[in-house]
């Protein structure tokens, strides 16, 4: 028999057998199947936490949570472990401890680990030693695996409630509504959850363009570690609004800003949502006394926005400030006193009639209370809150979810889980107006004992934007109007997996 026609049969034989394989291995059902994308559930997702502060007056409070999914509960791992080099310098070693989150003391233990779906765990830190954290969830701990970090500063700059979602890693952030004005001292943490280093570039934009700053060039972030950098190091004129833009040139970072301020508290304040022509700024709470709007455009053209305010009984704009003319790489900062007037509502900007769909980046700050007992907090502008959205770290009294629907009307379902130390999840569902603002009746776990976690999902209509405050008042307040914000965004519980069929042909290329 000749070579050819051995050859021939040979690559017959393999295909036959790759044919085969692929036959039985192929899927009854899914996105093969029917030869559609599908949305599947992730198998692996990491969040990082910056570290809360320097701060020996601090009393940090870890959240975490997983919610319940149609996904096996049986396997999976999530947790969070100290950074290598976390912000107070320390090397993740910590004291034995017997809590609910699993906080181990050995190097290299989890700090904080979710045993199973719809069991939120927390973990305590006080004093400046907290640091940051880079967590990993895998198999059925994955979907949705969120995780917060609250702390209370009883004294100092930036005094108050400091509160921030654990975020994934990306190589592109923006910021409008940092400062490093006299009385502000702003941090930009970044948190590199790699095993090499990470290089990242930050631009500073202020009332007149761009900031001449070579210092903000390339700074190293070592693998699995954090790294703040004080923004006024970056620039040698102080500036009340900037906005500043991140980028990792290698690698990726989680990046937040930490504003100290003297006289009004402080905050944790997130990135905005990657620049859009529309924006919303949701949960501006009812008695805020005082809101600075700062708003930037990243492209090469103005844009001309509309300013309204979504409340509970629809949308207006605000007297004097029912248009925003933005500069082309220019921040511009609006005071907008309480325009709130007593009601809970959000900011909505949209492009006016002739003015483009220029994208934009904005954020507000938001003052509670008056005189010496001021408190500040930062609502960025934010993402839908898409299927579903989870937050964890709420208390029994004083936690308010805000629900925003700047388009059509929608139907939202709010879930309670249950609490660190027992109770029965409760749900409820909520009808939002188009253009409006709903200051929802947040739903409480039966026999609560703990915190809990929210998680919201759109049922129908939409899309719908949605904030988080958390409040401390009383004696642990000091008398002030303690408060912090925070977005719910997609939890990410989900992938669109491609449609893939076994192709023969390749074989006989």
Not at 125 to 148: H, T
Not at 174 to 194: I, K, M, Q, V
Not at 461 to 481: C, E, K, M, N, W
């Amino acid at each position: 028999m000749k070579r050819t026609t051995l050859s021939l049969i040979a690559a017959g034989a393999a295909l036959a057998a790759v044919t085969s394989v692929a036959a039985v291995a192929a899927p009854e059902e899914g996105p093969a199947a029917t030869g559609k994308a599908a949305q599947q559930p992730v198998e692996r997702t990491s969040l990082l936490c910056p570290a809360p502060g320097s701060s020996e007056l601090a009393e940090t409070t870890y959240t975490a949570y997983t919610p319940k999914t149609e996904v096996s509960s049986d396997s999976g791992t999530a947790a969070l472990v100290p950074a290598s080099r976390s912000l107070a310098g320390k090397d993740g070693k910590k004291d034995d401890k017997d809590d609910k989150g699993d906080k181990k003391g050995e190097e290299g233990k989890p700090f904080l680990a979710v045993k199973k779906q719809g069991a939120p765990v927390t973990a305590e830190e006080n004093g400046s030693g907290a640091p940051a954290l880079i967590g990993l969830a895998e198999g059925s701990l994955a979907p949705g695996w969120s995780a917060q970090q609250t702390t209370h500063f009883t004294a100092g700059a930036g005094r108050g409630l400091h509160g921030v979602a654990c975020s994934a890693p990306d190589t592109d952030f923006w910021f409008p509504g940092a400062s490093t004005a006299e009385d502000r001292s702003d941090y930009l943490h970044l948190t590199n959850p790699d095993d090499a280093a990470a290089v990242v570039d930050i631009e500073l934009y202020g009332k007149d363009g761009a900031l001449d700053s070579e210092v903000g060039e390339g700074i190293q972030v070592p693998p699995r570690s954090s790294v703040p950098v004080l923004l006024s190091t970056l620039t040698g004129k102080p500036q009340t609004n900037l906005t500043v833009h991140v980028t990792a040139r290698s690698g990726r970072v989680a990046a937040a800003v930490q504003a100290l301020d003297q006289k009004v508290g402080g905050d944790w304040l997130t990135p905005s949502a990657e620049p859009s022509a529309s924006v919303v700024l949701p949960g501006i709470p009812k008695d805020a006394t005082a809101v600075r709007l700062v708003a930037f455009a990243p492209g090469s053209a103005d844009a001309d926005l509309k300013v309204s305010l979504a409340g509970p009984n629809g949308s207006l704009s605000p007297a004097g400030n029912e248009t925003l003319h933005l500069k082309s790489g220019m921040t511009t900062a609006v005071d907008l006193a309480d325009v709130t007037r007593g009601e809970p509502g959000s900011l909505v900007l949209t492009p006016t009639g002739d003015s483009g769909d220029t994208p934009v980046v904005a954020a507000v700050r938001v003052i509670r209370g008056k005189g010496g007992d001021q408190e500040s907090a930062f609502i960025p502008a934010a993402r839908p809150v898409g299927d579903r959205a989870t937050v964890t770290g709420n208390g029994a009294k004083g936690t308010y979810l805000s629900l925003t629907a700047p388009g059509k009307a929608a139907k939202v379902r709010v879930t309670a889980s249950a609490g660190t130390g027992g109770g029965t999840a409760a749900t409820k569902t909520y009808s939002v107006g188009a253009g409006r603002t709903l200051a929802a009746d947040v739903p409480l776990p039966d026999s609560l004992k703990g915190t809990y976690a929210l998680t919201v999902e759109t049922v129908s209509g939409g899309p719908v934007h949605a904030s988080r405050t958390l409040t401390l008042s009383g004696a642990a307040a000091d008398g002030i109007s303690m408060f912090t914000v925070q977005n719910l965004t997609d939890d990410r519980g989900t992938v669109t997996v491609p449609a893939a069929r076994p192709e023969t042909g390749v074989l006989l290329d």
